[in-house]
């Protein structure tokens, strides 16, 4: 079984400040993994993803991520905020099945304030 | 290239009737799969159509089904709406490449039952 632990449902932090929103996963087969990301009343869109290369992973807007087996870990990091980083950020396992199916964590919402 | 669209937007149902999500895929992509996600949470997995046939079923009664016709666009059904159905019906399309799949999200439909 899989399953997405996000750490913080809220994350607030200062214009120009490091964003670290922490997500754990749990997956009896190599994960793959993803952040997503969510603004108001829109669908969502794809950070990055990390498929088995390279640990560190680099995706849109700055933002980046390290796997970290030995610590089930994928948190998703970016130097520094920008007030139009605003939104939901959503955590995601997918297994090494056929399907491809998604399974998301509870999301944390990061507030920027000027 | 033409994105992942859902129609309708929004719509407002009754409980106890029925009601259709419509989809159409991102070009070149044979597969779909639908997420419900209720407010305040993560996205849960419905089901997954490629080529046509049910490829994966999430934790949803029977009374969720799905369509994907030959151009990859899909329907999802809704039958006796509960008042619990009410989320943002989000339609995800993705090419399988024998490895792995990214998905590409819709805006997504927002249902409200009455």
């Known amino acids: 079984a899989q399953s997405v632990t996000q750490l913080g449902s809220h994350v607030s932090v200062s214009e120009g400040a490091l964003v670290l929103l922490r997500c754990n996963y749990s997956?009896?087969?190599?994960?793959?993994l993803f952040w997503y990301v969510q603004y108001p009343n829109q669908g969502l869109q794809l950070l990055l993803k990390y498929t088995s290369a390279a640990t560190l992973v680099k995706g849109i807007n700055g933002f980046e991520a390290e796997f970290k087996k030995s610590e089930t870990s994928f948190h998703l990091t970016k130097p520094s905020a920008h007030m139009s980083d605003a939104a939901e950020y959503f955590c995601?396992?997918?297994?090494?099945?056929?399907?491809?199916?998604?399974?998301f964590g509870q999301g944390t919402t990061l507030q920027v304030k000027p | 290239e033409t994105g992942v669209t859902q129609s309708p937007t929004h719509l407002i149902k009754t409980r106890g009737q029925q009601v259709t999500l419509r989809c159409s895929s991102q070009s070149g992509h044979n597969t779909v799969s639908w997420y419900q996600q209720a407010l305040g949470q993560g996205p849960q997995f419905i089901f997954q159509y490629y080529r046509e046939e049910e490829n994966g079923r999430g934790n949803f009664p029977p009374r969720f089904s799905g369509l994907q016709f030959p151009n990859y666009s899909s329907e999802l059904n809704v039958n006796a709406l509960e008042l619990d159905d009410s989320a943002l019906y989000l339609c995800?399309?993705?090419?399988?490449?024998?490895?792995?799949?990214?998905?590409?999200f819709g805006p997504g439909t927002r249902l409200t039952v009455t």
């Open positions: 997956s009896s087969v190599p994960p793959y």
């Open positions: 995601a396992v997918s297994g090494s099945s056929n399907t491809g199916k998604l399974i």
């Open positions: 995800a399309s993705s090419l399988y490449s024998g490895l792995q799949y990214e998905q590409y």
